[in-house]
């Protein structure tokens, strides 16, 4: 009897070990055999170029108060959000243009923000002396799912941002985020997917690094955590066993005695 209560331990307890998530499987950056020693500022984000769809925020800022309102959306009384401004910022159309207040239609496509903001700049100086432009990307929209703390679509104010910025800004990953097997859908690019190894230093020096507007990032599931429900249940039964098996092994052992 107390042979099979051992045994049905050594079960539980193997059973809960190989939950266990390997070491290798969880660190960021591990040196994996050939490593890149170039350092990972030689992998700068090259700049975003704009797409049509996308959204900018323009405001020409001026000395000359009574012409501010000429070439901007007024804000007054308004809290200015990041959803606020995505609402009311500049939408670049299907052909690839944004209409400025007083400027007119401009070809913003391909373009960078600087380079928009140099054009601007000149469109400008035709009206107002001394002015100066200001020209952000409001439509940075990556969307984060499977197993991080906090999936969803996220809006971050920026131009550029990076797979580990993108985890970090969605909580991290889970315990059960398989950090070996992250996918970029790639949706400018026909939904073509990419798989990435943030456990692996060579990351940084990947092209996939850096993530561009409208990326999807999925993080799959260990395969720990496929049975993480059927190993809670195979415990539990195996528990309620020992403890009949206890109960049984005290009452024959009380029985014996009471017979003397």
């Known amino acids: 009897m107390n042979f099979l209560k051992i045994l049905i331990t050594l ?5 809960l070990f190989s939950n266990c998530t390997p070491y290798k499987k969880i660190v960021y950056l591990q040196d994996k055999g050939q490593v890149n020693n170039t350092s990972a500022n030689t992998n700068k984000p090259s700049e975003y170029r704009i797409q049509p769809n996308d959204v900018l925020y323009i405001k020409i800022i001026t000395m000359e108060s009574e012409k501010f309102n000429y070439f901007n959306i007024d804000f007054k009384g308004t ?17 690839g243009y944004v209409d400025v207040p007083v400027i007119g239609k401009l070809y913003v496509k391909d373009k960078t923000v600087e380079e928009i903001k140099n054009m601007l700049d000149k469109s400008v100086s035709i009206y107002l002396k001394n002015a100066s432009v ?3 990307l409001l439509s940075f929209k990556i969307t984060v799912l499977g197993e991080v703390v906090h999936p969803g679509q996220y809006r971050p104010l920026v131009t550029t941002l990076n797979i580990l910025e993108a985890l970090s800004i969605a909580g991290d ?3 059960y ?4 097997k992250i996918t970029i859908i790639r949706t400018n690019e026909n939904n073509k997917v990419y798989k990435v190894d943030i456990t692996d230093k060579n990351v940084l020096q990947s092209d996939k690094f850096n993530l561009l507007p409208n990326d999807i990032i999925y993080v799959s599931p260990l395969r720990a955590k496929t049975f993480t429900v059927a190993t809670s249940t195979t415990t539990t039964i195996l528990a309620a066993i020992t403890t009949l098996l206890s109960t049984f092994t005290t009452f024959i052992l009380l029985n014996n005695y009471l017979k003397k």
Do not use: A, F, H, W
């Not at 079960?11 to 059973?15: A, F, K």
């Not at 809290?79 to 052909?95: R, W």
């Not at 985020?177 to 070996?180: A, E, K, S, T, V």
């Open 11 to 15: 079960i539980i307890t193997s059973v």
């Open 79 to 95: 809290l200015l959000s990041p959803e606020i401004l995505y609402y009311l910022g500049s939408n670049v159309n299907d052909s």
């Open 134 to 136: 200001m020209v952000k």
């Open 173 to 175: 990953l889970t315990p």
């Open 177 to 180: 985020g398989d950090r070996q």
